[in-house]
């Protein structure tokens, strides 16, 4: 597995999310914890099941495809309760 791709694609994925939101608030916030997050990321990215994070993104693009807010927003706070469970084991 070629981390840097993978943490470069996992990126790039959530700056589209972000960017289609519309939401100035939340792409001001992205650039603010942007830096520090992914290098954090990085960091534990090699040690961590690809195919598990893969799995957690096509969920939340499953979430996103359907088009209801409702189903959205539950996958988006679950994904990133996740992500905020991950930062702190680090």
């Known amino acids: 597995h070629d981390v840097g791709q993978m943490v470069r694609q996992d990126n790039e994925f959530h700056e589209t999310i972000i960017r289609i939101s519309d939401n100035d608030?939340?792409?001001q916030v992205w650039q603010t914890v942007q830096f520090g997050t992914w290098?954090?990321?990085?960091?534990?990215i090699s040690s961590y099941d690809l195919e598990e994070l893969a799995r957690r993104?096509?969920?939340l693009l499953d979430a996103l495809k359907t088009r209801d807010p409702q189903t959205a927003m539950v996958a988006m706070q679950r994904h990133i309760e996740e992500l905020g469970q991950w930062i702190e084991q680090s």
């Open 25 to 27: 608030l939340l792409c």
């Open 39 to 44: 290098t954090i990321v990085t960091a534990r």
């Open 57 to 59: 993104h096509e969920a």
